[in-house]
């Protein structure tokens, strides 16, 4: 009786896991391809053509504004793609999309981080 608690329990906690791994992909998945699109909108994919922080308009809410106003995790997704080294900071502090590096940290990653990123074209 006790053992099949315990097994129940166990099997619980995996689907809550999983569940919260799917939401985290879909939701990061989302928010790359809006960032991605904001990149691909203002033609930011060289370093030629690259935009700067305010004209990306993309910033992390504050405590007050993610209690009022609806989530948005673009800067999470951002973070993440600087982090993968597919958005690049030019020496002005200038950012633009390398698609070509997107599809290389695309390769690098495990399964879940797989998911996260859109396939795109060149």
């Known amino acids: ?3 099949e608690e315990i097994i129940r329990a166990i099997g619980f ?5 999983a569940i919260y791994l799917v939401v ?5 998945k989302r928010n790359i391809i809006k960032v991605v699109q904001v990149f691909e909108d ?4 060289s370093a030629k053509t690259a935009i700067s922080a305010t004209e990306l308009n993309i910033q992390k809410q504050g405590i007050m504004e993610r209690a009022i106003k609806k989530r948005d995790n673009r800067a999470h997704a951002l ?5 993968g080294g597919v958005v690049i900071t030019t020496g002005d502090q200038r950012y633009y999309l390398n698609k070509k590096k997107m599809l290389e940290f695309k390769k690098r990653l495990n399964f879940f981080g797989r998911m996260m990123i859109p396939d795109i074209d060149n």
């Not at 985290?24 to 990061?28: F, Q, S």
């Not at 203002?42 to 994919?45: I, M, P, S």
Request: aromatic content about 4%; hydrophobic content about 75%; proline content about 0%.
């Open 42 to 45: 203002k033609n930011a994919l």
């Open 79 to 83: 973070k993440f793609l600087l982090d």
């Open 24 to 28: 985290l992909v879909i939701t990061m």
């Open 1 to 3: 009786m006790l053992s």
């Open 13 to 17: 906690l995996i689907a809550v896991i």
